[in-house]
């Protein structure tokens, strides 16, 4: 199965054209286009027209669906489809529809203060503003092997505690509470480089930059190192901008990928649909017990 692909930029992204995502996938394309995913870390369709069923249905042929991040207010999903998030400005009856308002939302990788962050984010362009709004992607594989040798050496062993209280908006989240110490704050720990399971490639994994401390360390020798790894991360050699249209589909890698998002005019409407995927962990091997030999011989 050859898909039509051209790339996007020299730094990361393709599309893919010819494809109608509201209709069901053969297993072969739906691999094509995963093995195009690996290539690229970032896929783009266009001209799509998907009913949110149809999104859930596209979105599941890459594997089982995570709920959507916790936001400012505790509705921000479709009905009916809660796994399905909405990221928009638009208020309706003076209630936010979706998440994120029109403010920039700065550098992250999707929901990197879980403990098992979603591999990947499907982002369906619904209404986009006439101005702004465009969205940032940075090739977090370039910027690892950017890194000066003795920075990476210092880093390959070391971890950074994530903090999920700000959105990448900067606004608290639902029940959070400002941090005050990136010490003993709640957070999942990273590991700062990270190999893409299914590439094996070496990514840099830094998430998002607020409240981001590295395990272990004084907390100013925390702040040089985050602060070093971020001046280096984005570069112009290996970022993507996207100027969204209706229709389009963007499928990223949140393992190897970051991204960032511009800010628009708040009386202008964006609307989008989001899915997000799991990370299937490994299961542990079943222990044959002699109980389990006899049911597995019955069967
Ligand atoms: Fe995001």
């Not at 910027?143 to 990476?152: C, D, I, K, N, T």
Request: one cysteine or more; a negative charge.
């Amino acid at each position: 199965m050859s898909l039509s692909i051209r790339k996007l930029s020299p730094a990361l992204g393709a599309e893919i054209f010819d494809i109608d995502l509201s209709q069901p996938l053969s297993d072969i394309t739906a691999s094509a286009i995963e093995k195009a995913w690996y290539e690229h870390s970032i896929l783009l369709f266009r001209n799509q027209h998907l009913s949110d069923a149809e999104l859930v249905a596209f979105s599941k042929h890459f594997g089982e669906l995570d709920a959507p991040p916790i936001g400012t207010s505790n509705r921000y999903w479709v009905e009916g489809f809660p796994e399905v998030l909405v990221v928009s400005n638009v208020i309706e009856n003076g209630v936010p529809i979706g998440n994120l308002g029109a403010k920039e939302v700065t550098w992250h990788s999707d929901m990197s203060y879980e403990e098992v962050p979603p591999i990947g984010s499907i982002l369906y362009a619904l209404e986009v503003p006439p101005v702004g709004g465009s969205t940032e992607f940075v090739n977090m594989y370039a910027a690892l092997e950017h890194l000066p040798s003795e920075l990476r050496r210092k880093v390959e062993h070391l971890s950074i505690k994530h903090d999920g209280s700000v959105n990448a908006a900067g606004d608290l989240r639902l029940g959070k509470q400002p941090v005050t110490d990136v010490v003993t704050c709640p957070g999942p720990i990273h590991p700062i480089v990270r190999t893409h399971p299914k590439t094996g490639r070496q990514a840099l994994y830094i998430g998002r930059r607020p409240n981001a401390y590295v395990c272990g360390l004084p907390v100013p020798e925390s702040e040089e190192i985050v602060n070093e790894l971020w001046s280096r991360a984005i570069h112009p050699d290996w970022t993507w901008r996207l100027d969204w249209q209706v229709g389009d589909i963007v499928f990223w890698d949140n393992r190897c990928t970051m991204h960032r998002r511009d800010p628009f005019d708040p009386n202008s409407r964006r609307v989008m649909h989001r899915t997000q995927l799991k990370e299937k962990l490994p299961q542990p091997p079943i222990e044959l017990t002699p109980d389990r030999v006899l049911e597995s011989q019955a069967v």
